[in-house]
C-alpha cells in the first residue's frame, strides 16, 4: 500500500484510492504536462484524455524506471536498457484484459498476451546505454523483454512484440 501512495504522489494523482478493504474512488491521472508519447485505450479504469490515458515522459518515469540488460536481434552484443515496466503502468491505469494491441509510428501492429508481458517483466525502453530513445533510433518507446534472463521466450513468439517507435497500447 505503501508503494502505491507514493506512485500516487508522483503522478501528481488524486488521493482517494479504491483498492481491496478500502472505500473512495479510484486514482485519477494528471494530465501530461508536455508532449504525449504514449496512448493507451480500451479496457483501462483510469483515463486523462477523451477514453483515453495519456502520458508524457515525465509521467512514464515517475512511474519507477527499471533496467534491462539483454540482447535484441537488432542490436550488437548486449544493451542496457531503460524504461518502466509495462505491468506497472498497466496496474496504474487499472488494466483488464487479455490481450494488449501495441501500434508504432508507422501503423505496424501486433497482439500482446498480457500474461506474458506480467510473467516476462517487459519494459517500454525510453533509453538504450543511457542514451535517450528518438524516433530515429526505435524511440521514443520501444518494447524490451529480459530475453537474457529468460532464453526461453529469446524466438519468433516474442521478437514481433518488442514494438518499437510504440506510440498506443488497445487494452483488450
Request: no cysteine; charged share 20%.
Amino acid at each position: 500500500m505503501n508503494r502505491f501512495r507514493r506512485i500516487v504522489a508522483m503522478l501528481g494523482l488524486a488521493t482517494t484510492l479504491s483498492l481491496p478493504g478500502t472505500a473512495g474512488a479510484l486514482v485519477k491521472l494528471a494530465r501530461p504536462s508536455d508532449a504525449v508519447i504514449l496512448t493507451v485505450t480500451g479496457n483501462i479504469a483510469e483515463t486523462n484524455g477523451e477514453q483515453s490515458a495519456v502520458f508524457d515522459r515525465a509521467m512514464l518515469e515517475q512511474l519507477g524506471t527499471t533496467e534491462i540488460v539483454t540482447h535484441t536481434p537488432w542490436t550488437e552484443g548486449e544493451v542496457r536498457f531503460t524504461g518502466v515496466r509495462l505491468d506497472q503502468l498497466l496496474d496504474a491505469i487499472g488494466a483488464k484484459g487479455t490481450q494488449l494491441k501495441a501500434v508504432a509510428a508507422n501503423d505496424y501492429a501486433v497482439e500482446i498476451p498480457l500474461d506474458e508481458v506480467r510473467r516476462y517483466p517487459a519494459i517500454l525502453a525510453m533509453s538504450m546505454n543511457g542514451e535517450r530513445l528518438r524516433l530515429r533510433d526505435k524511440g521514443p518507446l520501444w518494447i524490451i523483454y529480459p530475453w537474457a534472463e529468460h532464453p526461453e521466450i529469446d524466438n519468433n513468439g516474442t521478437h514481433p512484440h518488442s514494438v518499437w517507435q510504440l506510440k498506443a497500447l488497445h487494452v483488450q
